[in-house]
């Protein structure tokens, strides 16, 4: 079975990602590129489906680890009997090809060390023809994909899989470099191992030098950047939800999605936790990647994309995958892509919005292809669809989507008014004040005094923690008041919130059917802020901060009974709720406009 997920750390170089575990052993990493077959695949299966291990074949006494600084240099420390050695992962960024280079760093006497490498492409399933060259380099080579080994260390092969068997010295490093390329492409050249350390070192502590969080908990908020820029494709500007897939919701469980594309959900949150963290560059290239996503005919928009904005995100199951503990099935693809899912309209028109606010420079052309998204919104608004949590049973009028339709049409309003732009300003006026009557009328609980997860139910959802962030009504309306009460009797567990009501698991599942929501246990803490309640607000964000792991990574969800992080991992979701509940702490104590208040005036 695979590690904990909190036993992973993350390496990359903005084009893909790698996970890590404690025990020195890399079990997923697609390759090329994030949406890639994976190579090593044993997160979701066994051994035999890919992985690369280099460990001490001695005792193990004691094992540490850390990023070396504000990089995303892994550093893994084993103390032995007899020794000590430290074991260096990264991947420099990306040259001709794409390398995981590893170094094994001998700190103290001697350690007899062991590297296990089995490649399996097609996420597990293709056992490559291996051979070794004249220089020693070993090659592997399966239909389209190469994956080249160089090492001075003697290996050998056995059952289908290469070994190695060495001692470390203090002082000495050994290094290891694998390196993928297309298999039509010549072998691809060697590189510097001890240059590409400090090629890789120059470029993060470069990036986070212009990080600009001055507040508490800065490691961890400047780690979650660091993360964001990790799931960041760099060619196109496109972030990932997380660098994996079908991590479970819950362990031995069916929901278990692939979360390796782009949410156009996540948008204002993004675009904010970057702007006001300094990273003016990277939020330019995510509205751009955005921009690009969603050109064309408004009624094709979709809710998420791949890394290059494709929209095709078929999804399949991988039956020769047990999966993460148990959890069946492992699938690739996203059938969710072809949801109507209303909400996205407003995150678009927000994002947009708040970049111009924050003076990002947009395209000449977006404000021309928000005036033909708001016609073609305008003519769909008052439909049933899947909601924010991509729900795969009968639409429904969600509260959450007909608010941020809501917020379409104010943002849309808001920035004809600012930027002396041309639209049909009165008429997008009649339909915000419609949708905002509908939803008062529909979405309304007066009984309970609280919203409703949808028109005409009485159960709730941790997302209605938006309404007065994106400033539907004021965060000190009764309305408001009841539903944080509401939200705090029905959907806390353990300190912690769930984004389904509890009161509607279905008879036939175990009650809980998935671990507390991260992000949304962060939403609550930021209602906490626009309502004044700051000491509760840092007293949840402290509560999640320390389930971060010992490197400041953290999952989708969290079961407080276990303890466990639970989930696609390392989630981007949480990170940039980390980075703007921080931010939002941090001003309302320090008075200036940060995220809460910016999406709510």
């Known amino acids: 079975m695979s590690s904990a997920i909190e036993d992973y750390a993350l390496i990359g170089d903005c084009l893909t990602a790698a996970l890590v575990g404690r025990n020195g052993s890399i079990d997923w990493l697609c390759w090329p590129s994030f949406d890639s077959d994976a190579c090593f695949a044993a997160l979701l299966g066994t051994r035999a489906n890919g992985r690369w291990k280099i460990a001490p074949s001695v005792p193990i006494r004691a094992t540490t680890r850390a990023y070396s600084g504000e990089t995303l240099i892994l550093e893994t420390r084993f103390e032995c009997e007899d020794g000590d050695v430290t074991l260096i992962d990264f991947m420099p960024p990306r040259g001709a090809a794409s390398d995981v280079v590893r170094l094994v760093r001998g700190d103290r006497g001697v350690v007899r060390m062991a590297m296990e490498l089995i490649i399996r492409f097609g996420s597990g399933s293709n056992i490559p023809w291996v051979q070794r060259l004249k220089d020693g380099t070993l090659l592997a080579i399966a239909g389209p994909d190469m994956a080249v080994l160089r090492t001075p260390v003697e290996l050998r092969g056995e059952d289908m899989t290469t070994r190695a068997d060495f001692d470390v010295r203090a002082g000495e490093i050994v290094p290891f470099v694998l390196t993928y390329d297309a298999s039509h492409l010549p072998v691809p050249k060697p590189i510097d191992h001890m240059q590409?350390?400090?090629?890789?070192?120059?470029?993060?502590?470069?990036?986070?030098?212009?990080?600009?969080?001055?507040?508490?908990?800065?490691?961890?908020?400047?780690?979650?950047?660091?993360?964001?820029?990790?799931?960041?494709?760099?060619?196109?500007?496109?972030?990932?939800?997380?660098?994996?897939s079908s991590l479970p919701e819950k362990p031995g469980g069916a929901r278990n999605w692939d979360y390796r594309y782009c949410w156009l959900r996540d948008?204002?949150?993004?675009?904010?936790?970057?702007?006001?963290?300094?990273?003016?560059?990277?939020?330019?290239?995510?509205?751009?990647?955005?921009?690009?996503?969603?050109?064309?005919?408004?009624?094709?928009?979709?809710?998420?994309?791949?890394?290059?904005?494709?929209?095709?995100?078929?999804?399949?199951?991988?039956?020769?995958?047990?999966?993460?503990?148990?959890?069946?099935?492992?699938?690739?693809?996203?059938?969710a892509h072809a949801q109507l899912q209303l909400d996205v309209y407003g995150e678009l028109m927000d994002t947009f919005h708040q970049a111009r606010t924050l003076k990002v420079d947009l395209d000449g052309g977006t404000w021309a292809l928000q005036c033909k998204i708001l016609e073609h919104l305008a003519k769909i608004w008052h439909l049933p669809d899947s909601g924010i949590w991509e729900l795969r049973g009968g639409p429904r009028h969600y509260v959450l989507s007909k608010?941020?339709?809501?917020?379409?049409?104010?943002?849309?309003?808001?920035?004809?008014?600012?930027?002396?732009?041309?639209?049909?300003?009165?008429?997008?006026?009649?339909?915000?004040?419609?949708?905002?009557?509908?939803?008062?009328?529909?979405?309304?609980?007066?009984?309970?005094?609280?919203?409703?997860?949808?028109?005409g139910a009485d159960l709730l959802d941790a997302s209605l923690l938006l309404l007065p962030e994106v400033g539907f009504l004021p965060p000190d309306d009764p309305r408001i008041s009841g539903t944080i009460a509401a939200i705090e009797k029905h959907l806390i567990r353990d300190g912690f919130v769930l984004r389904h009501d509890p009161r509607a698991t279905p008879s036939?599942?175990?009650?809980?059917?998935?671990?507390?929501?991260?992000?949304?246990?962060?939403?609550?803490?930021?209602?906490?802020?626009?309502?004044?309640?700051?000491?509760e607000a840092r007293e949840l964000f402290r509560r999640v901060a320390g389930i971060a792991n010992d490197v400041g990574l953290i999952a989708e969800e969290y079961d407080p009974a276990t303890q466990r992080q639970l989930g696609n991992f390392p989630q981007a979701l949480t990170h940039i709720a980390i980075i703007n509940t921080a931010h939002n702490i941090y001003e309302a104590l320090h008075p200036a406009k940060k995220p809460a208040v910016q999406r709510a005036t």
């Open 196 to 244: 590409a350390l400090e090629d890789t070192r120059s470029f993060w502590t470069e990036w986070s030098s212009h990080g600009t969080y001055k507040g508490k908990h800065r490691e961890l908020v400047q780690r979650s950047l660091i993360t964001l820029k990790a799931l960041t494709y760099a060619p196109t500007g496109g972030i990932v939800a997380a660098p994996t």
């Open 508 to 535: 036939d599942e175990v009650e809980p059917i998935e671990g507390a929501f991260l992000a949304c246990t962060l939403w609550l803490a930021d209602a906490y802020v626009l309502v004044g309640r700051v000491d």
């Open 267 to 335: 948008a204002t949150f993004t675009l904010l936790a970057l702007m006001n963290s300094g990273y003016q560059t990277e939020a330019a290239a995510w509205h751009n990647w955005l921009l690009r996503a969603v050109a064309g005919s408004p009624s094709d928009m979709q809710i998420m994309y791949s890394i290059t904005g494709a929209r095709r995100l078929l999804e399949w199951e991988a039956a020769w995958l047990p999966g993460y503990a148990d959890s069946k099935p492992v699938r690739f693809g996203n059938a």
């Open 403 to 455: 608010v941020m339709c809501w917020v379409a049409f104010d943002r849309a309003i808001k920035s004809a008014e600012t930027f002396n732009f041309d639209g049909p300003v009165e008429h997008w006026r009649v339909l915000r004040h419609s949708i905002h009557t509908d939803i008062c009328v529909n979405g309304f609980d007066a009984e309970g005094n609280t919203f409703v997860v949808s028109y």
